[in-house]
């Protein structure tokens, strides 16, 4: 059930009262919001409207929060004052809590609202019982101290020890004593006869002897009894010299001084003869009771008629064991009245002796306590509200003393400090959870400064020495001295939070995968190392590493593998450099290390060089041993650059250049490289646009059979037609589109328009052609690349094994199993494999006898210098060998004189191509020579070649 509350909204945004509706009505209060946006409408609004509580932006156009609290204190300044802002900061926060606002909260953390209004709204209703209660006390007190000076004997109030609580000015006039040093005695040293330790039984009158303060003693008459004050029962005395008049005689005297006495502490006077069944009551009981004048009986059967039925067997049992034992009659009880309302009596009396010394007759008095009562349950109920909030808050609540006494706890504050129980946290002392005195000292400076310390955060101890992140509230509130000694807050458990912003941290500058520094802590530390070796006239190295061919790793082994290789990898370089050294990884598997205090170029080349071997031995993950090389390229400070960013990237073209030169190699950076840097990626940069702009195109290169001169296809060759430069050399951008990875579309668009040429030639009737097509490094590690292969079958409608696809020795040898499982995939769509460059690499006998490859190709470096170079006419005659044992097609590429022809031609070689047959020729030319193939003078002289010699 949603509790009401009544809002008066200092803001001139209409918006920010749905806000604030919404938040308090999902936090369980139903507001009404009157909003006022001026200074004229604030003062209407708290002098016409009721409201509990006022929520003010702190600076508004009309009215502020400080101006609002002023106007309040005016008004009602018992009314809790709260700012809500989106323009919160501390300064402005500490003004508006020392002009009186009980908190602040802002739009950030707008859901702190209802916890803090909650707390105000209760500290608010405590504050004003309270207040409702001491002013009856005070009301009380001043009409008993009327009544007793008014009275011309000497009044005394005693309490249950007999010492001295109340004496009118004719005591102080009677025993000579002055007022002030009568509070406090004990009776019986001015009343000897009262005896040591209280006053004479209620109800008696006895003579007695008063002691002076001239040391005499004087003769007087006592008469006692008693009166109700806050729930206790306290004796009154009245004192008169001996033989004073005593008007109506001794019963008549003796009631006046009990009607004086109750009439000090009561709303009526009961007086009641049992055996007659009468009462006699003094003060209007018609009208406390609802009746017209007279109305009501006076008799004991109608006053127990009108008590509660729930109290009337109490009290009855109570008033017959008073008339039964004579001892003092002392209830509270309910009565209800006609009009069907009901109230608490506070109801006291004594017995006085009748005829005989029978006691028959007693005389009381009445207290109407109904509103003390319901001051005292609402107490209660906020009491309980108060200690059901206190004990269940998830939050850490507790109350201390300055001095560091801990007064009171809940569970959860034992739990947060890690202790069993809260009777466990009263033994300690605040101090004992702080890890350094002084954090207290401050914390406790800023709270006697701003009486209220807010989102305070602070690292404390908990029972174990272990250490745990608190956000802190507190109040300075009144102690039972009435000053503020007092603290009383609450603290929360911010550890997780205070871990997920120190990993937020660290991940915002390292490396998630490696943990190293990642770019932004690189170039902050790169920065500041440039300043130091600036100041201090040193020079510093910036190496900038790149792992060769890792994309392939990726590919072909999976990037889990990839990663672990990289994480090994970043441990090695940081087993190999000094501790004032920094090893960052930028990205991908590129890495940078800040090398500071070097004394010369060659120290750089030194740990350049290093870092080269120690990457050499083997990496072992997943049982497999993987061998990888990097390239780096180094800068020096102050020859190569004088900031972060100029170091890095002359070392990032230092090592390109290590790149060009075969990988696995280091380059120290010289002015060259920006040039050759810059005409790179500006070459780069239009390849990436030449597919769409279609300037690339393929050129084709026939082969024969050397045995019978028959054409057998042609080899597509990529060629990029610059609109500026022309006709760019491969040699030139593929290294470029390999680095960039370009080469991976660029081989797509390949594959199938070589497919797309192909089929246009069996239409033409050259059903027996075969394109070849060259795969790069990176295409042929790629995951789907027999996906790749099907798809441009489908969409050519090439029959596969009219496709030859070949693969360079290296790339094949690079990953010997994942290439067999691949070949093996192409195989069975059923296409031609050719092994190109055959001779040049690193093949096993081994492997190659388990790649299901139909021809190797002699690499032209072997033909160029046939048959005068007896090494290349060895190799030559031994790869054509190896081809025939293991029924493999050789042909022999880079053919160009008749002397090689003969040489190829001798020795059984199975195919030719070469300019000696043909240059490659665009499309249209090849279109052209495959007319003129069926030609009889064409075909004559193509009989050359399959002629023997």
């Avoid at 005693?158 to 002055?178: Q, Y």
């Avoid at 994942?818 to 059923?830: A, D, E, V």
């Avoid at 031994?878 to 040489?903: D, K, N, W």
Wanted: proline fraction near 4%; glycine fraction near 8%.
């Amino acid at each position: 059930m949603s509790v009401p509350v009544r809002v008066l909204l200092v803001d001139d945004r209409a918006s920010v009262a749905g806000l604030l509706a919404d938040v308090l009505g999902r936090g369980g209060f139903a507001a009404s919001i009157d909003r006022v946006a001026s200074r004229e409408a604030f003062v209407r609004a708290l002098a016409g409207r009721a409201a509990d509580v006022v929520l003010s932006n702190l600076s508004a156009p009309g009215l502020d929060a400080l101006d609002a609290l002023a106007l309040l204190k005016d008004a009602d300044p018992d009314l809790p004052f709260l700012v809500v802002s989106d323009r919160l900061d501390e300064d402005a926060a500490l003004r508006a809590l020392r002009a009186g606002a009980r908190d602040c909260v802002s739009h950030a953390s707008v859901s702190r609202l209802v916890p803090v209004l909650e707390r105000a709204l209760g500290e608010t209703r405590v504050r004003r019982e309270r207040r409702q209660a001491q002013r009856a006390l005070s009301e009380s007190e001043l009409r008993l101290r009327d009544l007793a000076e008014a009275c011309p004997d000497a009044v005394l109030l005693a309490d249950g020890t007999g010492a001295l609580l109340f004496a009118n000015r004719a005591a102080e006039a009677l025993f000579g004593h002055p007022v002030a040093a009568l509070i406090g005695r004990p009776a019986a040293n001015l009343l000897p006869g009262l005896g040591a330790s209280a006053p004479a039984p209620a109800g008696r009158r006895t003579a007695g002897e008063a002691r002076l303060a001239s040391g005499g003693t004087l003769a007087v008459e006592i008469s006692t009894g008693e009166i109700a004050r806050d729930g206790k029962c306290l004796s009154v005395v009245f004192v008169r010299p001996a033989g004073s008049t005593a008007g109506d005689g001794v019963r008549a005297s003796s009631e006046e001084l009990f009607r004086r006495a109750a009439l000090m502490a009561a709303d009526l006077v009961q007086e009641c003869d049992r055996a007659a069944g009468t009462i006699t009551w003094h003060g209007d009981v018609d009208r406390v009771l609802g009746f017209a004048p007279g109305e009501f009986p006076r008799t004991v059967e109608a006053w127990e008629k009108v008590i509660h039925p729930e109290d009337r067997g109490r009290v009855g049992a109570s008033s017959a064991r008073h008339f039964q034992t004579g001892e003092p009659f002392f209830e509270e009880y309910r009565v209800q009245t006609r009009d069907g309302r009901t109230v608490y009596w506070h109801h006291s009396a004594s017995l006085l002796p009748a005829g005989g010394g029978r006691p028959a007759w007693s005389i009381g008095t009445v207290a109407d306590v109904s509103g003390r009562r319901q001051i005292e349950e609402a107490l209660q109920v906020s009491e309980r509200r108060y200690r059901a909030l206190f004990e269940r808050n998830l939050a850490g609540v507790y109350r201390s003393t300055m001095e560091g006494r801990i007064l009171d706890c809940n569970e959860s504050f034992a739990r947060i400090f890690g202790y069993g129980s809260r009777e466990e946290v009263l033994r300690q002392a605040a101090w004992d959870l702080y890890v350094r005195p002084e954090d207290r000292k401050a914390a406790l400076a800023k709270l006697v400064e701003r009486q209220n310390l807010t989102n305070y955060e602070l690292c404390l101890r908990r029972k174990d020495g272990s250490t745990v992140w608190v956000l802190q509230n507190e109040n300075l509130s009144e102690g039972p001295d009435g000053l503020l000694s007092v603290i009383e807050g609450t603290i929360i458990d911010i550890s997780e939070r205070k871990r997920a912003e120190e990993q937020v941290k660290h991940l915002a500058f390292h490396d998630p995968l490696t943990n190293l520094p990642n770019r932004l802590l690189f170039n902050d530390r790169l920065t500041l190392a440039v300043a130091q070796a600036h100041r201090h006239n040193q020079r510093l190295a910036v190496l900038f590493l790149d792992l060769d061919r890792f994309k392939i790793i990726n590919d072909s082994l999976g990037h889990s593998v990839g990663d672990e290789l990289l994480r090994q990898l970043a441990e090695r370089i940081q087993e190999h450099v000094r501790e004032g050294d920094t090893v960052a990884r930028l990205g991908g598997d590129e890495f940078t290390l800040l090398v500071p205090g070097i004394n010369a170029d060659e120290d750089a080349a030194k740990i350049a060089r290093k870092i080269c071997d120690a990457i050499h031995d083997p990496f072992w993950i997943d049982g497999r041993e993987l061998f990888v090389t990097t390239s780096v390229g180094v800068s020096v400070y102050p020859a190569d650059g004088h900031d972060a960013e100029t170091l890095v990237r002359n070392a990032d073209s230092a090592m390109y250049r290590a790149k060009e030169q075969g990988r696995d190699n280091y380059q120290l950076y010289t002015p060259a490289m920006n040039a050759r840097a810059v005409e790179r990626l500006s070459l780069e940069s239009r390849l990436r646009q030449a597919v769409a702009h279609d300037e690339l195109e393929l050129h084709f290169q026939p082969f024969i059979d050397l045995k019978t001169a028959e054409l057998l296809g042609a080899e597509a060759l990529l060629r990029w037609r610059h609109p500026e430069l022309g006709l760019i050399p491969p040699g030139e951008f593929i290294p470029i589109a390999e680095l960039s990875g370009l080469i991976v579309p660029i081989g797509e668009w390949v594959l199938r328009t070589a497919c797309a040429e192909a089929r246009k030639w069996h239409e033409k009737g050259f059903t027996d052609l075969t394109v070849s097509v060259n795969l790069s490094s990176r295409q042929f590690q790629h995951t789907d690349l027999v996906t790749q292969v099907t798809h441009a079958l489908d969409e050519t409608g090439l029959e596969p094994n009219k496709l030859d696809l070949e693969i360079t020795e290296s790339n094949a040898m690079q990953n010997a199993e994942h290439s067999i499982n691949t070949l093996w995939g192409l195989k069975k769509q059923g296409v031609r494999i050719s092994m190109d460059d055959f001779g040049t690499g690193y093949s096993s006998l081994n492997y190659l006898k388990r790649f299901p490859i139909d021809r190797i190709k002699l690499d032209q470096s072997f033909v160029r210098d046939l048959p005068s170079d007896k090494d290349d006419a060895a190799i030559a005659m031994a790869v054509i060998a190896m081809g025939r044992s293991l029924e493999l097609e050789v042909i022999a590429e880079g053919v160009e004189t008749e002397e090689q022809l003969a040489f190829l031609k001798g020795h059984q070689c199975d195919q030719l191509q070469g300019f000696l047959l043909s240059k490659p020729l665009a499309p249209r030319d090849f279109d052209r020579f495959l007319d003129e193939s069926r030609d009889p003078e064409s075909a004559r002289d193509r009989a050359r070649f399959a002629r023997a010699h």
